[in-house]
């Protein structure tokens, strides 16, 4: 079976924030938020980027739609090069990408009806006249679960989970391909959680939709995802098909997030693999392997070479120098019974690095 081409090609993709000027500025090397990512996107298909808080994630997603700048890399969408696009170019680009945002409440005018808000980026892109932006806007209303009559209402009127199939539905009202949805579910409840969830994969089985779908939750992500990519700070260390993420993890830090859901049954028993170390510095990270200081197969290796993302299998690339033999190398003893609750001695130190202990 042949396999389409990627609608998104990124490469090399860095941003690095620097200090602002001042007394406290000065000298101050930049924060490396993104730094040097690589993965592609097909259409029709889910690719998540999973990470703790700060590691790059929402960074990422704004890179991709020019949003903030890039300091360098690349972002090809089906072939054009975003990142140098202007005028005109960028403009068509930008009604073939768009994104949903985290927080319903906030991503709203509060001074528009719903009707303004969803007719805004057809006027933009000059879709249609009125009456037929009227009827798309009721028509995309609909199509995300609500009455065509809300058009008429301000966003004050609604629930969260309503904002948020708005924000749903003003990202899709200009018919794009590929849509980033930055943490869409973070800000709501568990039941409509599940709703939205369904709600995106229901749209783009029906419009042939591509996803970047920004999460921090892995229970989430293994419901809507088809890859999964994850960061560390700035960096993607572990890609892969779903299935063979879930069930075969080779990174240590993608072991510690998957180890770290919660189990829905009380009585369940699992070991948890709790990490330690340093928290590292985005401004000065480490030598080597930006995960040594918290990772407990560390070994002297780690801290002389960084060590890239490699491919180990057709679907699967990691950025770990002990890839497939984690099981033949002793782990210092960090790892935590959850049915006892009890933590086992505290791990013997790599060489110059005090360790502290990390839950995640």
């Excluded at 739609?65 to 054009?80: C, N, P, Y």
């Excluded at 939205?196 to 229901?202: A, G, Q, S, Y």
Aim: net charge positive; charged share 20%.
């Amino acid at each position: 079976m042949s396999v389409s081409p990627p609608l998104l090609e990124v490469a090399g993709l860095t941003k690095h924030f620097g200090m602002s000027a001042g007394w406290f500025g000065s000298g101050q090397p930049p924060l490396r938020a993104v730094d040097g990512l690589a993965f592609t996107v097909r259409r029709g298909r889910t690719l998540a980027l999973v990470g703790e808080s700060g590691c790059g994630k929402s960074t990422t997603g704004r890179l991709l739609l020019r949003l903030i700048e890039a300091t360098a890399g690349s972002v090809r969408f089906d072939g054009v090069e975003v990142l140098s696009a202007a005028g005109a170019e960028l403009q068509a680009l930008r009604r073939r990408m768009q994104i949903i945002f985290q927080d319903p409440y906030s991503s709203l005018d509060p001074r528009m009806t719903i009707g303004q808000i969803l007719a805004e980026p057809l006027a933009i892109h000059a879709i249609g006249g009125r009456a037929e932006r009227r009827d798309m806007v009721r028509a995309m209303l609909s199509a995300v679960g609500l009455a065509p009559e809300y058009a008429d209402r301000y966003p004050h009127s609604f629930s969260g989970g309503q904002r948020q199939r708005i924000g749903i539905a003003r990202a899709l009202v200009l018919a794009p391909e590929f849509v980033v949805c930055d943490e869409p579910v973070s800000a709501l409840d568990v039941s409509i959680q599940a709703q939205i969830v369904n709600l995106l994969k229901n749209l783009q089985r029906e419009r042939g939709l591509a996803y970047l779908f920004i999460s921090h939750d892995l229970s989430v992500v293994k419901h809507i995802s088809d890859e999964v990519a994850v960061m560390y700070l700035g960096r993607i260390v572990e890609i892969a098909e779903k299935g063979r993420l879930y069930t075969a993890p080779q990174h240590p830090y993608t072991r510690a997030l998957l180890s770290a859901i919660p189990v829905p049954d009380p009585r369940s028993q699992r070991r948890r693999m709790v990490l330690a170390g340093e928290l590292p510095d985005a401004r000065r990270p480490p030598s080597g392997c930006r995960f040594r200081l918290q990772c407990p197969f560390a070994q002297p290796i780690c801290a002389e070479a960084d060590p890239p993302l490699a491919p180990i299998a057709s679907d699967h690339a990691v950025a770990c120098h002990f890839a497939g033999r984690l099981s033949s190398i002793e782990a210092f003893p960090t790892t935590q019974t959850a049915a006892a609750g009890a933590v086992e001695p505290a791990p013997r130190p790599f060489p110059s690095s005090p360790r502290m202990e990390i839950h995640l």
